[in-house]
């Protein structure tokens, strides 16, 4: 399956965005949907995982309460709002996609970067 996430920028903290990641492929095939993020100089860490086919969510400590994850089985999408952002949400967000053959998250998109200025 082939990811292409979109939707990130510069803005202040307090602000919103919404990411999105458009799935093409074999879609009929994802288990599950996943946002991770690499801020600057640490590693990657997992934001917000959705399966595709219940919509049973799960959030990093972090962002639970601020950003919320869905999914468009529909249009094979899946988007990430963020609210209340603050600076240490900074970083490349990457989507990704775990597969229904196992072996967790594969197939990954390009990254969009989120900076987040105080």
């Known amino acids: 399956v082939q990811l292409q996430a979109s939707g990130g920028g510069l803005v202040q903290a307090g602000s919103s965005l919404r990411l999105s990641c458009a799935a093409s492929?074999?879609?009929?095939?994802?288990?599950?949907m996943g946002w991770f993020r690499r801020a600057p100089g640490k590693e990657r860490e997992l934001v917000a995982t959705?399966?595709?086919?219940?919509?049973?969510?799960m959030y990093a400590r972090p962002v639970k309460g601020r950003f919320t994850i869905s999914r468009d089985n529909a249009k094979n999408t899946a988007s990430l709002q963020m609210n209340s952002l603050k600076p240490e949400d900074t970083a490349v967000y990457y989507c990704a996609a775990q597969m229904n053959d196992g072996g967790g998250y594969k197939s990954w998109g390009q990254g969009t970067l989120v900076t987040v200025s105080s």
């Open positions: 959705i399966t595709w086919d219940e919509g049973f969510t």
């Open positions: 492929g074999r879609t009929s095939s994802i288990d599950a």
